[in-house]
Every structure is written in C-alpha cells, then in structure tokens.
C-alpha cells in the first residue's frame, strides 16, 4: 500500500481510519462520531476497498507509518 493511496479517502474515512489506528472497535467510533456502527461499517468497508486491504491491523498500521493517527 502506497501513501498516495490514503489520498483517495474521504475527510471522513480519514477520520474513521484514524480512529481504527488507535484501536477503536466500530462501536466506540460510532458513539465518539455520533454516527451509527452500521455507517461505521459501510466507511471501513471503503477504506479497505480503496486501499485493497481487508485486514484491520495492516491498514491500522498504514495509517500509524502515515502519521494519520495521533499517538496516545
């Protein structure tokens, strides 16, 4: 996965994405972007398909190298 692949997200899978970075389940990001799981749902399953990644950890990490997830 390229860094320039992270560019073809929407602001708000971004923000999805960075979420997932920090460890968050689909449920604690809906409640903490005040949208429900399955919406949480539908921007994962964008991101994976953008980035041609289904695996959670793999596109976490991508995000963490990308420094798109602020460290705790």
Do not use: C, W
Not at 30 to 59: C, P, Q, W
């Amino acid at each position: 996965m390229a860094k320039k692949n992270l560019s073809l997200l929407t602001p708000r899978e971004r923000e999805v994405l960075k979420l997932i970075a920090q460890g968050m389940s689909n449920g604690e990001i809906a409640s903490a972007l005040f949208i429900s799981e399955h919406t949480v749902k539908n921007h994962v399953s964008n991101i994976y398909r953008k980035l041609g990644d289904n695996d959670r950890t793999r596109v976490a990490l991508l995000a963490r190298e990308q420094d798109l997830a602020e460290k705790e």
